[in-house]
């Protein structure tokens, strides 16, 4: 049995802290500044030591925020409930479309699937800004523009194909004969879908629409050019610290936090399904 | 209301009473500034519906675009009375500075109807401007039927209303007799020295009077005061690295971009040896006594250290150094300003300016309604509640800047200020060529700068190559 010495543990222990505190040591220190006023975030030299304060989350949670050029209104909390809409609906919409597109697509071969599943797949290759401007015109004479219904359509273009593909391999490595001795017993198609193919597939899909909420949560652009203020996610809302009469640090690391936070539990919560379902469903062999 | 405040406040609507007067007048009759101000804004309102048919547009609504900018916010804080003057009903949109002109430029290229009017700098009207996206509003303020009486076009400070104004022609005069007025200035930024009084006192210094005492005075406020540095300019790989302080010294020592030839041909003109002698010092500065990372400094970085007392002075817009003086930074009260000669030969400051103004989307579904917000928004009234109750600075109203209640708000809280404006608000104007390269000159220029600083190239070798370079693009464009 291979054995591992004391000096060996201990250089692997500090090797890991250091790397673990590379990597923690920005969200930790954003995390502190969320709690501090913008005099003690800009104090030289940088301390530790400081009062806390929830001034800034209370900033964020009332809308007003007071500034060298008085008090504004900020749109925070509901850029944030933006944000969450857009994500859930949109990959809510993409899993029902996807999944069984997916499973068509991987279980059924017909002419020109191919290149169907290759058309979703190179929706994301298309440089966002590229495809905009014409869509922006299109929504104003379909009625779309500023509208959540004609951003969740357009969510699609990031969280149909990511869940499509990732699914789709999924299904590619469930072995079929489950399947077939499932519809020998007299059962439907969309029962064995259903019974069958589903809950195998369950860890795949999960991860799929993980990625692709984060995917949705991060986007920037799509609702900034083809929505107004009051529809924009958390992603452009989080700018408006940054203004012309100084930049609201406090109140920028506060809306960090609370912006990544749903993300980060979601992602915690579950990891495991977001592992196993990648290196499964899109790692052949 | 009691005819004699009424009365009192119609005086003084006509000129016939001055604003002490005023003031002395409603303090007799118990009335409070705060309720003196309500009443003003109601008169004033009624004074503006009596000499033009504000109504015409009643009961149409307008859209806007807005840059989150405390002139945003004295606009929307003073909105309502526009709607009760006029009966328009106005919506808008309000986006972070960062990705302000992204939303633009997507609104306008798309030819999107949603937007009546918007907020811009002058600079973005050169491409806005031929690309067919904006209205030349001439044809509206030389209309006495679509224009009131009181607006009065000719109170606009001259550089700065003449530099909203271009022919289209690449290298044509701003302001030229056939220019088209593509927007309409709204508040601007002239770049001086804010500086931090304390740390001058420290130091024993004076404030600089051309560029040689300033490389001298800042690498001295370094050096006594410690832990911070002495003088902070932008340096990101952007145009907004070239406008600001480095322009107006260079304009300062007759220097230009561009040359424009008789025949309209363009060529770089920024490796003469002149320019080399001003690059020479001004990287000489940043070299001794600029930040650290200067090559990433901006509008924020170089304000942000200001109000935190890591720098002791700015050559920067002078709105960024009334920023810092107030709110929560910790050096607020204790910021000065002062115009700044760079070239030791000059009579006065040549500053370059950013004006933040208003344009008529040509997609507007309805321009002469939107024509009417435009001038109430540029107008008198506005520009006066802006100045004196918000923080819309500089105005761009010679009639403001001689209020006295405006110039005594700002000896009181913002000393040098008032001195530091009138010593160079005549020379202060657009000092680049317009011309459709405008931001890759710019950047390119920026980018120069960076290499000089870094020690990558020599100050000669450098500008020729980007001269030569420039010229190229130039002529790849047909301008050169």
Known sequence: ?285 | MHDKEKDLISAFLRGSVDRRGLLKGLGTMGITAATAGTLMNMMSTNAQAADFDWKKHSGKSLKLLLNKHPYADAMIANLQNFKDLTGIDVKYDVFPEDVYFDKVTAALSSGSTEYDAFMTGAYMTWTYGPAGWITDLKEWINDPEKTNPNYAWNDFLPGVKNSCAWNGIPGGALGSEDAKQWCIPWAFEQNNITYNREMFDKAGVQVPGNIDEMIATSAKLQKDIGGIYGIGVRGSRSWATIHPGFLSGYANFNQKDLNVSADGKLSAAMNTAESKAYHTKWVQMIQESGPKDWSTYTWYQVGTDLGAGASAMIFDADCLGYFMNGGDNKMAGKLSYAAFTANPEAKASTPNIWIWSLAMSNFSKDKDATWYFLQWASGPEHALFGATKMDFVDPVRQSIWKDEMFREKLNKKYPGYVEMFDASAAGASIKFTPQPLFFDVTTEWASTLQKMVAKEVPIDEGLDQLAQSIDRQLKEAGLG
């Open chain 1, 1 to 285: 049995m291979e054995t591992t010495s004391t000096l060996e543990k201990s250089l692997r222990f500090l090797a890991l802290s250091l790397v673990v505190i590379f990597f923690m040591f920005p969200i930790f220190w954003i995390f502190l500044m969320s709690f501090q006023t913008n005099e003690t975030i800009l104090q030289i030299p940088p301390s530790i030591v400081f009062t806390p304060t929830l001034s800034n989350y209370a900033a964020l949670i009332t809308g007003k925020l007071t500034t060298s050029a008085g008090t504004l209104d900020i749109a925070f909390m509901r850029n944030l409930g933006n944000s969450v809409f857009l994500s859930v609906t949109s990959v809510a919409l993409s899993l029902v479309l996807g999944v069984p597109a997916a499973y068509a697509f991987a279980r059924h071969k017909f002419r020109g699937s191919e290149d169907i599943a290759f058309t979703l797949l190179s929706f994301r290759f298309a440089p966002p800004l590229l495809v905009l401007l014409p869509l922006t015109q299109y929504f104003q004479w379909l009625g779309l523009s500023d509208t959540y219904f004609g951003l969740i359509w357009v969510y699609q273009l990031i969280c149909l194909p990511l869940i499509l593909w990732i699914v789709r391999g999924y299904f590619e490595d469930i072995s079929a004969d489950v399947e077939y001795a499932y519809r020998i017993a007299g059962h439907s198609w969309f029962a064995t879908f259903r019974k069958i193919a589903l809950p195998l597939a369950g860890p795949g899909i999960a991860a799929a629409g993980l990625l692709a909420f984060i995917f949705a949560w991060n986007n920037f652009v799509f609702a900034l050019v083809l929505a107004s203020a009051d529809k924009q996610p958390v992603t452009v809302g989080a700018l408006a610290f940054v203004t012309s009469s100084g930049i609201q640090y406090g109140q920028i690391a506060s809306a960090i936090v609370l912006s990544v936070t749903p993300t980060l539990a979601l992602a915690l919560y579950a990891q495991r399904y977001l592992v196993e379902g990648l290196s499964l469903g899109a790692v052949k062999g």
